[in-house]
Nanobody, 114 residues
Framework: QVQLVESGGGLVQPGGSLRLSCAASGSIINFDYMAWYRQAPGNQREFVARLARAGNTAYAVSVKGRFTISRDNAKNTMYLQMNNLKPEDTAVYYC????????WGQGTQVTVSS
């Protein structure tokens, strides 16, 4: 069983930055990939960014150039650096990992507002 714990969410003004963390209970080098999704009120959960085991990355069009996904294998932690945040980035952000099956964290709230 894999446990994923997100942290780093909060309230930030438009144009600000946040860094989300996702700490995994197991060795993340064994995961096929890790990813971030988000869900705003009234919306479906949507893809944000993905980091494959080989290091390939993919981003949603809406965040490309502003968000950066990375990982620290020694700490079994994945990150999402979010810059130039916009009100439409407001959502609960979820960590996702593929290891035999999809695993999800409990989510962390990000609110972008002045």
């Amino acid at each position: 069983q894999v446990q994923l714990v997100e942290s780093g969410g909060g309230l930030v003004q438009p144009g600000g930055s946040l860094r989300l963390s996702c700490a995994a209970s197991g060795s993340i080098i064994n995961f096929d990939y890790m990813a971030w999704y988000r869900q705003a009120p009234g919306n479906q959960r949507e893809f944000v960014a993905r980091l494959a085991r080989a290091g390939n990355t993919a981003y949603a069009v809406s965040v490309k150039g502003r968000f950066t996904i990375s990982r620290d294998n020694a700490k079994n932690t994945m990150y999402l650096q979010m810059n130039n945040l916009k009100p439409e980035d407001t959502a609960v952000y979820y960590c996702n990992a593929a290891f035999g099956q999809p695993w999800w964290g409990q989510g962390t709230q990000v609110t972008v507002s002045s």
